[in-house]
């Protein structure tokens, strides 16, 4: 048996991390533009305005803005069926209640979704990848305030209505499970995903649920309106997920993994079975935490289940009890597993992660799944005759691909899509740098600010053609 012939092969990439273009055509300060460089040592620091002498690696991104068609091209000669956009908020509505929305910006994205299906490539559009306009976070609170799923709301009005019967795979957020995940006790987190510091927080726990559950309740209200607006819509929300492992079978590991395992899933509960999860509202009661949950909120979770599940998925996390004094820390939390490697940034390398997290997902909700993000952050190296050989990019790829043929074919698993992270070379949202490389198309920009910005295939894009070739026959 082989993967059906519609398999979304294809990839992801995020308007912050490429576009660039910050202040063109009208564009919004967002949340990321205000964020440095850093690197796997030293946090990206995140400042109220652009300070002289700091570099904002969003001000030019790959300059995606300005060279879409070429990179649109190269994607369509590996053979892309599919390519995950995301939109950034600020370049619409640049202080998020602005009047009227900009008409620059809505232009240029039909620009880019019109290059994309002149090259028969499927468009899969993500409403909030860590863009949202920082007028929002500063006057209304970002999503403390309720009036924040107004104005995403009307934000998401315009953009099902400029690309009606273009678009039909709708991503209402990336990873808003990190807002209160154990991920978000570093400020980047909570930053990324809302625009506000942990740091910074009086009363965290309620603050952070408080996001949590509006955010939830936005993308909720937005299934359904993507609804209203094209029938044919179908609408997914995209959550980062780790899979947990315990340390051993002492009962004590295997609870706390359990716990940590299933801790980010409330979130796709209340998208996938109709109701915000009473275990939740429970939890927070205990915890003398309040949430404003209205009638019209109950409503909207039965309307808005979702129509498919993205998972990006990068690495597992092991659990212990006990932790001992000599044990070495993992980047995702909890310690480092002793029968894994990590990449270069301490992210553990698990293929079989992927698929033990696809056959988890599917038998719990039930839904058509997509892989909206893997890959491999890695330094590549320009060899003497000019071409980056990537083979350790390609072993990590295979490895994950045949992960999820299994849990495809074996398990029966229902996933219809594979999105490569990074399918081009793009600023790393965690460090900031062009030195941690995802791509499978080289980009000539660096870290110190010199480059050209030309791109160049790597052996690894020669790879990815031929397994969209052949149905991943091969692997
Ligand atoms: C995902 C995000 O969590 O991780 C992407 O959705 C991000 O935006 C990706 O780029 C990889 O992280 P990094 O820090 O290596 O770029």
Redesign the pocket.
């Known amino acids: 048996m082989e993967l059906n012939e519609n398999f979304l092969w294809g990839g992801?990439i995020?308007a912050h991390?490429c576009e660039g273009a910050w202040n063109e055509d009208g564009k919004g300060l967002a949340m990321m533009d205000v964020a440095t460089s850093g690197d796997v040592h030293h946090d990206r620091l995140i400042h109220d305005e652009k300070l002289p002498g700091y570099t904002y690696p969003s001000e030019t991104g790959i300059d995606f803005y300005h060279r879409y068609k070429e990179d649109i091209a190269l994607f369509k000669e590996m053979g892309f069926k599919t390519l995950r956009i995301s939109v950034d908020w600020s370049r619409i509505y640049p202080n998020g209640d602005d009047e009227q929305p900009n008409e620059k910006g809505i232009q240029y994205y039909q620009n880019v979704v019109d290059t994309l299906l002149e090259n028969d490539i499927e468009p899969i559009v993500t409403l909030y990848?860590?863009e949202m306009p920082l007028a929002i976070v500063r006057k209304y609170g970002s999503w403390t305030n309720r009036k924040t799923i107004d104005l995403y709301l009307r934000y998401c009005k315009t953009m099902f209505e400029a690309l009606k019967g273009k678009v039909h795979y709708w991503v209402t957020f990336?990873?808003m499970n990190?807002i209160d995940s154990q991920m978000a006790l570093s400020d980047f987190f909570t930053y990324f995903v809302a625009g506000i510091k942990y740091s910074e927080l009086e009363n965290a726990p309620q603050t952070l649920a408080t996001c949590a559950y509006y955010m939830t309740v936005a993308s909720v209200k937005a299934v359904k309106l993507a609804r209203e607006i094209d029938a044919d819509n179908k609408i997914g929300c995209?959550f980062?997920l780790t899979p947990n492992y315990p340390y051993s079978c002492n009962p004590e590991d295997v609870m706390l993994s359990f716990k940590r395992m299933t801790r980010d899933l409330y979130q796709i509960d209340a998208m996938c079975y109709g109701k915000f999860p009473e275990y939740k509202l429970h939890e927070y009661q205990r915890l003398g935490i309040q949430l404003d949950v209205t009638e019209d909120d109950k409503m909207a979770f039965k309307e808005g289940v979702l129509d498919f599940l993205g998972i990006?998925y990068?690495a597992s996390e092991v659990s212990i009890a006990k932790e001992k004094e000599d044990m070495e820390k993992a980047f995702f939390g909890g310690v480092k597993n002793p029968y894994l490697k990590d990449s270069d940034?301490g992210?553990s390398i698990d293929p079989t992660g992927l698929r033990y997290l696809l056959n988890f997902i599917d038998r719990r909700y039930q839904l058509p799944i997509m892989i909206t993000?893997n890959?491999l952050?890695a330094v590549d190296v320009v060899s003497e005759d000019g071409k980056v050989h990537d083979d350790y990019r390609i072993d990590y790829l295979k490895q994950h691909l045949s992960a999820l043929k299994k849990a495809v074919i074996e398990d029966d698993v229902n996933c219809i899509g594979y999105l490569m992270?990074?399918p081009i070379d793009?600023?790393?949202?965690?460090?900031g740098e062009m030195k941690?490389r995802?791509g499978f198309i080289y980009v000539d920009k660096h870290d110190d600010g010199t480059g050209s910005y030309e791109r160049m295939p790597k052996d690894s894009f020669y790879w990815y053609q031929q397994v969209i070739q052949t149905n991943g026959k091969d692997l």
């Open positions: 992801s995020a991390q990848h860590f990336n990873e990190h995209v980062g990006n990068y940034w992210w993000e890959g952050g992270w990074g793009l600023v790393s949202a965690t460090t941690k995802y």
